[in-house]
């Protein structure tokens, strides 16, 4: 069975960071996407950042330059590294694989990441 759970999150200052974590069990991640999203009350879940399994990377615009993603195919984990935090980047943080051949996606249960003072 796939299941992928994440860690990390909590509540931080503006301006702190915070650092993510997806662990996947029952794949093989060298043949996975891997994504975060977000989605925050009220508004559509929105993906913040993508990793394909060649190491490309893309992000959203309203992130880049704060966040960064990175994975560890060994560990079949992916992190998202999140420095200075902003009140809008509140939300609960989604981590989201698709297999490259079949396009099965899989989603975790989700993280809450709250900024504020």
């Known amino acids: 069975q796939v299941q992928l759970v994440e860690s990390g999150g909590g509540l931080v200052q503006p301006g702190g960071s915070l650092r993510l974590s997806c662990a996947a069990s029952g794949i093989v991640g060298s043949i996975y996407t891997m994504r975060w999203y977000r989605q925050a009350p009220g508004k559509q879940r929105e993906l913040v950042a993508a990793?394909?399994?060649?190491?490309?990377?893309n992000y959203a615009d309203s992130v880049k330059g704060r966040f960064t993603i990175s994975r560890d195919n060994t560990k079949n984990t992916v992190y998202l590294q999140m420095n200075s935090l902003k009140p809008e980047d509140t939300a609960v943080y989604y981590c989201?694989?698709?297999?490259?051949?079949?396009?099965?996606?899989?989603w975790g249960q989700g993280t809450q990441v709250t900024v504020s003072s």
């Open positions: 989201n694989v698709e297999h490259i051949i079949i396009h099965k996606i899989y």
């Open positions: 990793k394909t399994s060649g190491g490309s990377t």
